[in-house]
């Protein structure tokens, strides 16, 4: 894996919507939230959990959520689609502010948007996993 500062011209439009997708917050958590992505100019939230795991990122993006995933787990994510990053840095900057415990994040690219959320989430936590030991990690598909 690679990491290369995302500028907001060299932002790809891998789907036209402009969304958060939000992955299993509570209802205090998402009320904070919701005021946070608004104040930054988020206004189209996906609200998901553990139950969506199954379906792929393109189906969530198309409201084509299916809760057939027997697969329970709790990581918080924050998956943001076709948000400049300039706003996904006020966003995440935010949480900070209101004392939100910095969830997983990633933006949607070609590839994490034929991945099912599962994939994604575990992705996600390997990689948090190796950058809190100075290791890279590849990704599994």
Same mark, same amino acid.
């Given at each position: 894996?690679?990491?290369?500062?995302?500028?907001?011209?060299?932002?790809?439009?891998?789907?036209?919507?402009?969304? =958060? &997708?939000?992955? @299993?917050?509570? *209802?205090?958590?998402?009320? /904070?939230?919701?005021?946070?992505?608004?104040?930054?100019? #988020?206004?189209?939230?996906?609200?998901?959990?553990?139950?969506?795991?199954?379906?792929?990122?393109?189906?969530?993006?198309?409201?084509?959520?299916?809760?057939?995933?027997?697969?329970?787990?709790?990581?918080?994510? =924050? &998956?943001?689609? @076709?948000?400049? *990053?300039?706003?996904?840095? /006020?966003?995440?900057?935010?949480?900070?502010?209101?004392? #939100?415990?910095?969830?997983?994040?990633?933006?949607?690219?070609?590839?994490?948007?034929?991945?099912?959320?599962?994939?994604?989430?575990?992705?996600?936590?390997?990689?948090?996993?190796?950058?809190?030991?100075?290791?890279?990690?590849?990704?599994?598909?």
């Amino acid at each position: 894996m690679t990491f290369k500062k995302i500028n907001d011209n060299e932002q790809q439009n891998i789907h036209d919507r402009n969304c =958060v &997708i939000l992955v @299993n917050f509570n *209802n205090k958590e998402l009320t /904070a939230i919701k005021t946070v992505s608004s104040f930054v100019g #988020i206004k189209d939230r996906i609200i998901v959990n553990s139950k969506s795991g199954n379906t792929k990122i393109k189906d969530i993006l198309d409201g084509n959520i299916s809760e057939d995933n027997d697969e329970a787990w709790s990581e918080k994510a =924050v &998956i943001f689609n @076709n948000i400049p *990053n300039n706003r996904v840095m /006020a966003f995440l900057d935010s949480l900070k502010k209101m004392k #939100i415990r910095r969830p997983l994040s990633a933006m949607v690219t070609d590839v994490s948007i034929d991945w099912s959320l599962n994939t994604l989430i575990y992705n996600l936590k390997e990689e948090r996993k190796a950058l809190s030991k100075g290791k890279t990690v590849n990704h599994d598909k």
